[in-house]
């Protein structure tokens, strides 16, 4: 039973990571319609970023925040600069998906061309105890109702409930985020009504890059460093979360992050054959629910009028 709540307390830790990129994929879904296949590399690019602040002598307190911010300044350049200009209507699909594959290549290349190719220390912005040989310490192990757990599970959940509560004000409780679901709802009718749908898109873009950027500090804090790696297998994970909650719905994005995450825990934890091939629970769960549930558990199917 002890490794039971083990495996699920670390897929727990995992899933609040997965949780935080799905819903970064499904803002970009839901007010664009376009599956951004970038958002892995976006978030190593901030996540460098943040490591290198910290290099510099800053506190992770104060390099995390700063890089969510310069991160969403850059999520609306790109959407501007890049973007927009070959996503349309009146445009080829064939043209977006060949620039978020650009994207997802060139991010990769320029962090290790700006910052660095290597494995690099991330500090920890929760409880840690230093450890020889590891320049950011291992995680401290709390105990509560004699269940043991560290404290980079509470700080990675913690974090996904205050983007949770912090969206959900935004959405339910602004004028802006009215805005935002009128545009992500029906475009055109958002225009004739006077909303500026352009800036809802640039808007929904850096919130996607600031929860990227977040999502990518706190999961490099976890696994100790940042690498030009870090973010790809997690990108697969958050596909699957999305699709199988429904890449229009942010409670499913939430919901399937931690189902895909338990599950690959669970799987990888007592099926020995699957530890060194992990990316087999994914990628079956895409393929599970293309084939049962093509919308997800949370999903809404589309109808159209002719």
Request: charged share 10%; net charge positive.
């Amino acid at each position: 039973m002890d490794l039971f709540i083990r495996y699920v307390l670390n897929g727990v830790g995992n899933g609040a990571v997965y949780a935080s990129v799905a819903l970064a994929l499904v803002l970009i879904f839901r007010t664009t319609g376009l599956l951004n296949l970038a958002q892995g590399e976006m978030a190593l690019f901030s996540t460098y970023f943040a490591w290198k602040l910290t290099s510099l002598g800053l506190s992770v307190f104060v390099a995390i925040p700063l890089t969510v911010v310069a991160s969403m300044v850059g999520g609306a350049v790109i959407e501007r600069v890049l973007i927009r200009p070959v996503h349309g209507p009146d445009k080829s699909p064939l043209n977006v998906l060949i620039v978020m594959l650009g994207m997802f290549l060139a991010l990769n290349a320029l962090a290790q061309l700006v910052f660095s190719d290597d494995a690099e220390p991330m500090p920890k912005p929760w409880a840690s105890v230093s450890s020889p040989g590891d320049p950011t310490g291992a995680d401290r192990i709390v105990e509560l109702l004699g269940v043991r757990f560290s404290w980079s599970v509470i700080g990675l959940v913690v974090a996904l409930l205050a983007e949770c509560a912090l969206l959900y004000v935004l959405f339910q409780r602004t004028k802006v985020g009215l805005k935002l679901r009128a545009v992500a709802s029906n475009g055109a009718s958002a225009r004739l009504v006077g909303i500026n749908s352009s800036a809802m898109l640039m808007l929904g873009w850096a919130l996607a890059a600031g929860l990227g950027a977040l999502a990518g500090s706190l999961v490099a804090a976890d696994r100790g460093s940042v690498n030009p790696g870090l973010m790809a297998v997690v990108l697969v994970y958050s596909f699957a979360a999305a699709a199988l909650g429904g890449f229009d719905s942010p409670v499913g994005a939430v919901v399937g992050g931690m189902i895909v995450a338990i599950a690959e825990a669970l799987t990888t934890g007592y099926v020995k054959a699957l530890s060194t091939i992990e990316l087999v629970v994914p990628f079956a769960l895409i393929l599970l629910v293309l084939v049962v549930r093509p919308t997800g558990l949370f999903g809404k199917k589309v109808v159209e009028r002719v």
